[in-house]
């Protein structure tokens, strides 16, 4: 995750030039659930990873299985079925994933139409992120972007207000009526 500037300056006429020393030294993927239930507090559930051996053509994101934990993760932790709006990654749509979500009775997946980030409610967390503990940083260590990357998921998390906000700048309503439990 590359983070924006957010404030530069120059003298007029000249643009202001920022230079980053280094290379990547790793990469780090995370996966993240908004969770809206009628009138209970929304919250956030992620999973971040790093990616040591991506250099040497290893995994470059989430693999099936980790998919797969957190949504057993969130399962339990919000003790209920849980309904997925997915966009259409690659991993998302396998095989395997599709068959472990038919093999479930708690789960319903519907996905988004190819190319609508905007009908994303995570994509508004990515862009918050940027936007607050990420801005006008340069990250001393993968260490030090990992620490910052948590503490600013974390401050998110406390807030479902701006949760809530992610759902709403999409447009989308809750409308899955209440499920009875069986």
């Not at 995370?30 to 995994?59: F, N, V």
């Not at 003790?79 to 749509?93: A, Q, S, Y």
């Not at 207000?161 to 989308?172: A, H, K, P, Q, V």
Request: net charge positive.
């Amino acid at each position: 995750m590359t983070p924006p500037t957010l404030r530069t300056w120059a003298k007029r006429g000249h643009t202001p030039l920022i230079k980053v020393r280094g290379r990547s030294q790793g990469r780090y993927s995370i996966a993240a659930l908004t969770c809206y239930q009628r009138g209970e507090r929304s919250r956030l559930i992620y999973r971040t990873k790093r990616h040591t051996d991506h250099k040497q053509g290893g995994r470059r994101n989430f693999t099936r299985t980790e998919y797969r934990d957190l949504l057993i993760a969130a399962h339990q932790q919000l003790d209920g079925p849980i309904v997925l709006i997915w966009d259409n990654l690659n991993v998302h749509k396998d095989n395997r994933m599709r068959a472990f979500i038919d093999s479930t009775d708690w789960i319903t997946v519907y996905y988004l139409p190819p190319y609508a980030p905007d009908l994303n409610p995570v994509e508004g967390i990515w862009s918050l992120l940027r936007r607050s503990s990420q801005a006008n940083t340069a990250f001393t260590d993968p260490e030090h972007l990992i620490r910052a990357l948590r503490h600013g998921l974390r401050q998110i998390q406390c807030r479902s207000d701006i949760i809530d906000g992610c759902l709403t700048e999409t447009r989308l309503k809750l409308t899955t009526p209440h499920l009875q439990a069986q």
